[in-house]
T-cell receptor, first 117, second 111 residues
Framework: DAGITQSPRHKVTETGTPVTLRCHQTENHRYMYWYRQDPGHGLRLIHYSYGVKDTDKGEVSDGYSVSRSKTEDFLLTLESATSSQTSVYFC????????????????FGPGTRLLVL | GENVEQHPSTLSVQEGDSAVIKCTYSDSASNYFPWYKQELGKRPQLIIDIRSNVGEKKDQRIAVTLNKTAKHFSLHITETQPEDSAVYFCAASFNDYKLSFGAGTTVTVRA
């Protein structure tokens, strides 16, 4: 599982409340990503990070912010949650694979299921 | 940015038959094409990938082919088994750090 954990794993919240999701990795990988997964859309990149305090937007970044104050943690914040942000959120890291797959493969965390009422 | 289209969206095959999923991409600079398998309620997991300097890659019952000229790549699963039932995603990258995913194919293997 490439040492990736996500918390919480499930969350129910109300429209307008702030929500922070955490991704934690134990193996000092430089690149970390946040995706959302919705039926019919596959996985869409929200934000990614290429180092401490270095982040950039993905294709669906509106309404989301991120922070990375240390290598092992990448936080995704919904400043004011909306029902359209109900989704499954996956964190991923990018690492060089030593066998089988090619280099710089992305590996995913277990996901966080978020419901905004 | 890169746009990846994936077909079909659903695929039902008889156990033992082959399954083929096709993806097209828009950016001719893309050079890395992984495939992920996602079982119900689980995380996507890499099953095979290919780089643009290779036309085909195999790993036991799965293979991926790449046609750079036509900008499409395909996943082939032979001798399908019930455990192959899952959602499969293709992806493309023009560098090694950002992936664009297809919408997914739900594969059902009938016993």
């Amino acid at each position: 599982d490439a040492g990736i954990t996500q918390s919480p794993r499930h969350k129910v919240t109300e429209t307008g409340t702030p929500v922070t999701l955490r991704c934690h990795q134990t193996e000092n990988h430089r690149y970390m990503y946040w995706y959302r997964q919705d039926p019919g859309h596959g996985l869409r990149l929200i934000h990614y990070s290429y180092g401490v305090k270095d982040t950039d937007k993905g294709e669906v970044s509106d309404g989301y912010s991120v922070s990375r104050s240390k290598t092992e943690d990448f936080l995704l914040t919904l400043e004011s949650a909306t029902s359209s942000q109900t989704s499954v959120y996956f964190c991923a890291i990018s690492l060089r694979h030593t066998s089988g797959a090619s280099q710089e493969t992305q590996y995913f965390g277990p996901g966080t299921r978020l419901l905004v009422l | 940015g890169e746009n990846v289209e994936q077909h079909p969206s659903t695929l039902s095959v008889q156990e033992g038959d082959s399954a083929v999923i096709k993806c097209t991409y828009s950016d001719s600079a893309s050079n890395y094409f992984p495939w992920y398998k996602q079982e119900l309620g689980k995380r996507p997991q890499l099953i095979i990938d290919i780089r643009s300097n290779v036309g085909e890659k195999k790993d036991q019952r799965i293979a991926v082919t790449l046609n750079k000229t036509a900008k499409h790549f395909s996943l082939h699963i032979t001798e399908t088994q019930p455990e192959d039932s899952a959602v499969y995603f293709c992806a493309a990258s023009f560098n090694d750090y950002k992936l664009s995913f297809g919408a997914g194919t739900t594969v059902t293997v009938r016993a």
